[in-house]
């Protein structure tokens, strides 16, 4: 069989999206209520750093899975169309965020030539991941106006937040499923 | 207007939301947006959610950069406030009027998107009801043997996902054997028209938009 996307992957990749849509908006309350704890003491914005790797799972997980230039994109991206329909607040926002994050766990996995599928990748993940969300961000919440020290914050805890999420527990699910031989080696 | 058409349009405002930082830009937008939903007879329940839940990450970059920036710009914070609302309120107006199914369609034949993109997502989509179910049931037999598995527990992900890669292999299996072929070109039962009005009405809108940015503070 050539290599690429065919139609199972694609249906595959989609109810992953909607698994992990279906998972976090439990978790969708962790967000809003951090924000409005945060809120007083002037690190509101700290929210959507801390909840940034739940929303960023799909794609690492994609990467992993298939192991192919793109997966990881095209994970999150289908992620985030999937969100767009099952008609969370964003809209037709959501893809504008799939396309960022995408590419930035894309751009982890391409660092590794797609030959590496350790830890070392996990960390090329959240380094690229972290940069260009952050990137992203700095326009669309305008963090030029922020203090300094609450940049660093902000970044510090992004970081950690997508290596807790979209690096520690996707790797520990694909251990699993690699044990139980779903992923093809 | 044809919903790809109004899908781009919409992406294409956000983007520019979001490297400018035009006040009454945004205003104007917020205003043509809810005017375009109020004629499409959005709900009222829908509207008050969409409005009251954006309120609390609009209240947090308020709330920082007003009193606790180095700048205290009240300016650039409205703007922010403002950017957040132009973003759901036109990605309503794509969401709230057109059906995933008339938009995957639309995508499908006016942008030659593959159909094993269309159909893929579309079939997908449809197993919606069917994962909420198989989430619970996978969380209900966990608790039967005293274990609580969180939406953090990596056991409830692993399990979900094995079922959806069964799910994926027999969905696929059955498309094809019912004559579905990647690539192959194909006819429509629905054809989404994608007329001269249509582009019309894009085009118009885009340069008012630019019209705007340039005559507005």
């Known amino acids: 069989m050539k290599k690429g996307f065919h139609l199972r992957d694609i249906i595959?990749?989609?109810?992953?999206?909607?698994?992990?849509?279906?998972?976090?908006?439990?978790?969708?309350?962790?967000?809003?209520?951090?924000?409005?704890?945060?809120?007083?003491?002037?690190?509101?914005?700290?929210?959507?750093?801390?909840?940034?790797?739940?929303?960023?799972?799909?794609?690492?997980?994609?990467?992993?899975?298939?192991?192919?230039?793109?997966?990881?994109?095209?994970?999150?991206?289908?992620?985030?169309?999937?969100?767009?329909?099952?008609?969370?607040?964003?809209?037709?926002?959501?893809?504008?965020?799939?396309?960022?994050?995408?590419?930035?766990?894309?751009?982890?996995?391409?660092?590794?030539?797609?030959?590496?599928?350790?830890?070392?990748?996990?960390?090329?993940?959240?380094?690229?991941?972290?940069?260009?969300?952050?990137?992203?961000?700095?326009?669309?919440?305008?963090?030029?106006?922020?203090?300094?020290?609450?940049?660093?914050?902000?970044?510090?805890?992004?970081?950690?937040?997508?290596?807790?999420?979209?690096?520690?527990?996707?790797?520990?699910?694909?251990?699993?499923?690699?044990?139980a031989h779903v992923i093809r080696r | 207007m044809n919903p790809s058409l109004k899908l781009f349009l919409v992406l294409i405002v956000a983007l520019e939301a979001t490297f400018t930082s035009?006040?009454?830009?945004?205003?104007?937008?917020?205003?043509?947006?809810?005017?375009?939903?109020?004629?499409?007879?959005?709900?009222?329940?829908?509207?008050?959610?969409?409005?009251?839940?954006?309120?609390?990450?609009?209240?947090?970059?308020?709330?920082?950069?007003?009193?606790?920036?180095p700048a205290h710009n009240v300016h650039f914070a409205w703007v922010l406030v403002t950017r957040l609302y132009v973003y759901v309120l036109t990605g309503a107006t794509v969401s709230c009027t057109t059906s995933a199914l008339q938009l995957v369609q639309s995508l499908e034949q006016n942008c030659h998107l593959p159909s094993k993109f269309a159909y893929g997502i579309l079939a997908a989509l449809n197993?919606?009801?069917?994962?909420?179910?198989?989430?619970?049931?996978?969380?209900?037999?966990?608790?039967?043997r005293g274990i609580t598995l969180h939406w953090w527990s990596p056991r409830l992900y692993f399990k979900a996902i094995l079922v959806a890669s069964q799910w994926a292999d027999q969905l696929a299996q059955a498309m094809e054997s019912h004559g579905f072929v990647e690539g192959q070109s194909r006819t429509y039962a629905h054809r989404i028209p994608l007329a001269s009005r249509d582009w019309l009405t894009f085009a118009v809108l885009v340069v008012a938009l630019q019209a705007l940015m340039i005559a507005l503070p």
């Open chain 2, 127 to 144: 197993l919606l009801p069917r994962i909420h179910q198989e989430v619970r049931i996978i969380r209900v037999a966990g608790q039967m």
């Open chain 1, 12 to 179: 595959l990749l989609a109810l992953i999206g909607i698994i992990f849509g279906v998972i976090y908006f439990a978790a969708a309350f962790v967000y809003n209520g951090l924000t409005l704890l945060l809120t007083p003491v002037g690190y509101g914005p700290l929210a959507n750093d801390i909840t940034m790797g739940i929303w960023c799972m799909a794609g690492p997980l994609a990467g992993f899975m298939f192991r192919l230039p793109g997966a990881s994109f095209l994970g999150e991206f289908l992620g985030a169309t999937v969100e767009m329909f099952l008609g969370d607040q964003w809209g037709a926002a959501n893809l504008i965020s799939g396309v960022v994050q995408g590419a930035g766990t894309e751009i982890g996995f391409t660092l590794t030539g797609y030959r590496i599928y350790n830890w070392l990748t996990v960390v090329l993940v959240t380094v690229a991941t972290t940069i260009v969300t952050f990137a992203w961000d700095w326009f669309r919440n305008g963090y030029s106006q922020f203090a300094v020290h609450m940049l660093v914050v902000m970044i510090i805890v992004r970081f950690v937040s997508i290596f807790l999420f979209a690096g520690v527990l996707n790797k520990l699910i694909i251990n699993m499923l690699t044990r």
């Open chain 2, 22 to 69: 035009h006040l009454y830009v945004n205003l104007v937008i917020i205003a043509c947006a809810l005017a375009a939903l109020l004629y499409h007879r959005i709900g009222w329940r829908r509207l008050s959610w969409l409005v009251v839940i954006t309120l609390v990450p609009a209240a947090a970059l308020f709330v920082t950069i007003v009193f606790f920036s």
